[in-house]
């Protein structure tokens, strides 16, 4: 167990971007300290890093309007969870806000406010003329009995009947028939037991604290209703439709996998039941009303592994930082080898059947699901774009063989519900088009001016509603669904810095790719600067744009540019599409992605390594604004900000993991976000919207 450093709010040195020590151990299980899994000599593709301003950027910059990073409205939302923003410190000048006279900011469409400044605040900072409030907490009680939050008496049974912990994936769908209310469906992705509980002794955990972070962990739906004077919503406890999914909750594996002799177990000798999901990262909506939820760091809660393949997605072979497997033999892969063989998938929820069973979808593949987005074919089959969130790992879709019918007819449903079980998953090989010598590894531009190239989709496995075929030399069609890594290592696929989210542009069909850090690159044995690797040594992050081969999403060739190099704008190895970067905010370790109406990019950052607190910011990926990137919120101390949602009027944003920073616990916290002093921080997740009831940003 990775000793917590004694300063609170002070990220160690060693720990990859602004993570704190006790993030990585309670997320991850110290991911960025164990052996590096992927070992194989494939090539690696990871930071897309450029230099200075580039031609086109030069180009562009006489008629660019400079963007003040102006002061905005920093808002305690302790005690006063519908609290608006405060006026914005700075005045005059082509950045002004609303409120300051008749000029509004410029900007692209839906990008048109008074970027927040980057700030260490203990709250949620929003620009001027926007207004806040908390639309649910952890502990908050939404199914039928369970009772209110109380941190100095917690049990399981409460817990499973209450909002979960630690929201990374959020889903706001429609609800007809009640006018004003949405459905919320949330991730909850993992648990910090010493920010939990008072007195937690990690070494000997409790039974019932071990069985409260299973009820923490999993899925939430809670329908919310919108306050039509402002943009506040808030949960309608104990509707029908409200559901928790935990640790001990039944799912089912189906697919190639299910029924496969390397998912069965002494509980479950059909291999087609599985208990609970674990981990549950970003994910996605479908187009047939469903939600997708990615199994990311499943690792971290198998103990006690003696197997190769369980290496090389980072189980170890000792004891787990939880000590789960001192309550659950399924832990313990000494006594049940196969349990993590059922873990690492794409699981889909039907949210408005809250009977339903959910399903752990196989065929596309197993590994670190950092999220799950689809988009339709011409002819209606859905293809689905996801990474794996390691270093040196891989990016992956999977383009199904069935089309979707529309309608919500019985019939219409139970078909869309199979959509994700037939088809062929795919792994993604990426070259570059300048030569070797020319990239040197500190991020100075081919003599091109770009850094970009093409790609190809490698095919893996097919799976039909009958059986599965292997386009992998060596391995049957099982073990790539089940071992789809090594699968990925096998063909020569090409290894990535941390692929987290991975989005569809709705409006241009261009496909966007989060990818997180990694400071490992080019270190010692690690693989070194390629075309798409300009920079060793990456901590901040970028943002690859592919577009698929004559824009549809089924094709098995693309080409690769850079859009966006994370960092300070004064660094000359940062870039953001060729826009002035004295004209942008700054931006450290890109995670999760959404898009708004008008086809901007929305980014919501984890583990910012330049001094401030995370955030959200949104980028032009058009016009002659293309790459003008504004950061809309900051998130409170020791923070992270997840699963953003950009309406017309309303943006959603999951604060996960207030007051982890090292050092921190009940006794000695690191926040008091969001009810103040003399509380427990509680993950929470927030609505903003404009206070003069107008559309986002326009």
């Not at 709705?506 to 690159?521: E, I």
């Not at 943006?651 to 007051?659: D, I, N, S, Y």
Request: net charge neutral; proline share 7%.
């Amino acid at each position: 167990m990775r000793k917590l450093l004694p300063l609170i709010g002070t990220p160690s040195s060693s720990h990859p971007g602004g993570r704190s020590a006790m993030t990585c151990r309670f997320r991850c299980g110290d991911a960025c300290f164990h052996e590096v899994p992927n070992t194989s000599s494939n090539a690696y593709v990871g930071d897309v890093i450029s230099d200075a301003l580039s031609r086109r950027s030069m180009m562009r910059a006489a008629a660019a309007v400079t963007v003040v990073a102006a002061g905005a409205g920093a808002v305690n939302l302790a005690g006063a969870p519908e609290a608006q923003a405060a006026p914005v410190a700075g005045k005059g000048g082509p950045g002004k806000g609303h409120g300051q006279g008749n000029q509004k900011p410029k900007g692209a469409r839906g990008l048109r406010f008074t970027p927040v400044a980057p700030n260490t605040a203990d709250v949620v900072t929003v620009p001027e003329g926007y207004g806040q409030n908390v639309v649910i907490r952890w502990g908050e009680p939404i199914l039928r009995g369970a009772p209110a939050f109380d941190p100095e008496n917690q049990t399981a049974k409460a817990q499973a009947g209450q909002f979960g912990y630690n929201v990374d994936f959020l889903a706001l769908l429609p609800l007809k028939g009640e006018r004003g209310r949405q459905v919320l469906v949330a991730n909850h992705e993992y648990t910090d037991e010493v920010l939990m509980f008072r007195g937690y002794d990690a070494a000997n955990p409790t039974r019932e604290q071990v069985e409260i972070g299973w009820a923490a962990h999993g899925l939430g739906v809670v329908v919310v209703e919108e306050d039509r004077r402002s943009g506040k919503l808030t949960p309608v406890t104990r509707h029908h439709l409200n559901r928790r999914l935990t640790a001990t909750s039944e799912f089912r594996l189906t697919g190639p996998v299910a029924g496969s002799a390397l998912v069965k177990t002494s509980a479950d000798p059909t291999g087609r039941k599985v208990l609970g999901t674990l981990n549950n990262c970003a994910g996605g909506t479908t187009p047939w009303g469903t939600t997708l939820h990615g199994e990311e760091n499943f690792n971290q809660y198998f103990a006690n592994s003696s197997r190769t393949t369980d290496k090389r997605y980072g189980i170890g072979t000792g004891a787990t930082e939880r000590k789960w497997e001192r309550f659950d033999k399924r832990f313990d892969l000494a006594q049940e080898p196969n349990e993590a063989h059922r873990f690492g998938y794409v699981v889909e929820l039907d949210p408005y059947d809250p009977d339903s069973v959910p399903r752990k979808r196989t065929a596309l593949g197993r590994f670190k699901h950092e999220g799950a987005t689809v988009r339709l074919t011409h002819d209606g089959r859905p293809v689905v774009y996801s990474g794996d969130d390691e270093r040196f790992d891989y990016l992956y879709k999977f383009v199904g063989s069935k089309r979707m019918r529309h309608g919500n007819s019985r019939s219409a449903r139970e078909h869309n519900l199979t959509l994700l079980d037939e088809g062929t998953l795919y792994v993604a090989r990426i070259t570059g088009d300048s030569p070797a010598i020319e990239i040197d590894g500190t991020g100075k531009l081919p003599k091109d001016g770009e850094f970009d190239g093409s790609g190809q989709w490698i095919p893996l496995a097919t799976a039909t509603a009958k059986s599965a075929v292997s386009h992998v030399d060596g391995m049957t069609a099982e073990e790539v669904f089940v071992f789809t890594r090594l699968a990925g290592d096998k063909v020569g696929a090409t290894k990535m810095d941390r692929p987290e989210d991975v989005e569809p542009n709705p409006v241009t069909g261009k496909v966007y790719v989060a990818l997180t850090n990694n400071t490992n690159r080019g270190v010692g044995s690690n693989p070194k600067a390629d075309e798409a690797n300009p920079r060793n040594a990456n901590k901040h992050g970028h943002v690859l744009e592919l577009t698929e081969q004559w824009n549809r999403p089924e094709s098995t060739r693309f080409a690769w540019s850079l859009f966006l190099v994370a960092g300070d704008p004064q660094d000359p190895a940062t870039y953001f599409a060729g826009f002035p970067k004295d004209s942008v905010s700054p931006i450290s370790c890109p995670d999760n992605v959404a898009f708004d109406d008008h086809g901007n990019l929305w980014i919501s950052t984890d583990g910012a390594a330049l001094g401030s607190h995370d955030g959200l910011f949104g980028v032009a990926t058009r016009g002659d604004r293309r790459g003008e990137l504004k950061q809309f919120l900051t998130v409170p101390k020791g923070a992270e900000t997840c699963g953003p949602i950009v309406q017309d009027r309303r943006v959603l944003v999951a604060v996960q993991h207030p007051g982890e920073v090292d050092g921190a616990s009940v006794e000695n916290p690191g926040s008091t976000w969001p009810d103040g002093p003399g509380t427990y921080p509680r993950p929470a997740v927030v609505a903003v919207w404009r206070t003069d009831g107008s559309d986002i940003g326009v």
